[in-house]
């Protein structure tokens, strides 16, 4: 008897659904079979943690389970447990875009992501890469110059337009 209420009910919700489906069709044609998107604050942060720890703490922090995370990210559960584990490597930017939207986190919470970022500018702007390996690895002080070309690369020029001189005198030759 019980099986025959949760029938009925999940029959009601199902057409349910799918009147809502063609109300919304009628309404507009372009949205019919998406699923909603709620808008929600975006939260500025930035984990430390790797990323299989930063996924994990911020579904805990959701309190997300990996079929909920699943929905809103049309990611399979099972990718999502093994993300979370680390038995998988840390998926491509789109997809580390797709599950900080879900999450309601900007992409570069993500360590990986930010990484990644800083290796895409750093390829952009080899002078700046030796500038900068150099203060790292070799206790080169920071000069005004390397504030410069900082500033440049932050502006999307990425060091281009760096006169010839200028850069050999940063990099040493």
């Known amino acids: 008897m019980f099986w025959v209420s949760s029938l009925k009910c999940l029959h009601q919700r199902l057409d ?8 919304a069709q009628q309404l507009n044609p372009e ?11 975006v939260e500025r942060r930035f984990s ?6 930063a996924l994990k703490g911020l579904m805990e922090e959701r309190h997300l389970s990996y ?14 447990n093994h993300l979370t ?12 875009e797709n599950l900080a939207a879900a999450l309601h986190v900007e992409a570069d919470f993500f360590l990986e992501f930010r990484l990644r970022q800083v290796a895409r500018v750093l390829g952009e702007a ?19 110059d390397i504030v410069d070309l900082l500033a440049d690369a932050q502006d999307g020029d990425g060091g281009k337009n760096l006169d ?10």
Do not use: H, W
Request: proline share 12%.
């Open 126 to 144: 080899p002078p700046l890469a030796d500038m900068l390996y150099g203060i790292l690895a070799c206790d080169t002080p920071v000069t005004e």
């Open 85 to 96: 584990k680390g038995s998988r490597p840390v998926p491509a930017d789109p997809v580390i």
């Open 16 to 23: 349910t659904e799918s009147n809502m489906r063609a109300i």
């Open 31 to 41: 949205i019919a079979g998406r699923r909603p998107v709620l808008a929600a604050p």
């Open 67 to 80: 079929r909920q995370l699943a929905y809103k990210t049309q990611l399979s559960a099972g990718y999502l």
């Open 164 to 173: 010839p001189s200028a850069e050999r005198d940063i990099i040493g030759l």
């Open 48 to 53: 430390k943690d790797r990323f299989p720890e």
